[in-house]
């Protein structure tokens, strides 16, 4: 079993900045990729940004030059920075984990979420 424990969300103002952090644990063998996806209220869930375990990453073009993601392999944890914060960033932001489990089966483990509010 593979748990994705968040934190860092909360309340912040328009033009603010915020670290979401991701740390996996469990039966892992080894994490491909890490991603960070969110969801507002009425809208499907989205992928923000992802990073490979080689170092690559996509971001959602919404969120270029203002949301950087990050990793640490050895600890199987994943960053995400968020700076200049808007209104429409305000979502619940979910952690994703690919990769093989220590059966050596498929892994794919989601958090639980952690909620982001940008408003004055």
């Known amino acids: 079993q593979v748990q994705l424990v968040e934190s860092g969300g909360g309340l912040v103002q328009p033009g603010g900045s915020l670290r979401l952090s991701c740390a996996a644990s469990?039966?892992?063998?080894?994490?491909?990729?890490m991603g960070w996806y969110r969801q507002a209220t009425g809208n499907q869930r989205e992928l923000v940004a992802r990073i490979r375990s080689g170092g690559s990453t996509n971001y959602a073009d919404s969120v270029k030059g203002r949301f950087f993601i990050s990793r640490d392999n050895a600890k199987n944890t994943a960053y995400l920075q968020m700076n200049s914060l808007k209104p429409e960033d305000t979502a619940v932001y979910y952690c994703?984990?690919?990769?093989?489990?220590?059966?050596?089966?498929?892994?794919?483990?989601w958090g639980q979420g952690t909620l982001v509010t940008v408003s004055s």
């Open positions: 469990g039966n892992i063998f080894r994490i491909n990729a």
């Open positions: 994703n984990a690919v990769g093989v489990t220590t059966a050596l089966r498929s892994l794919d483990a």
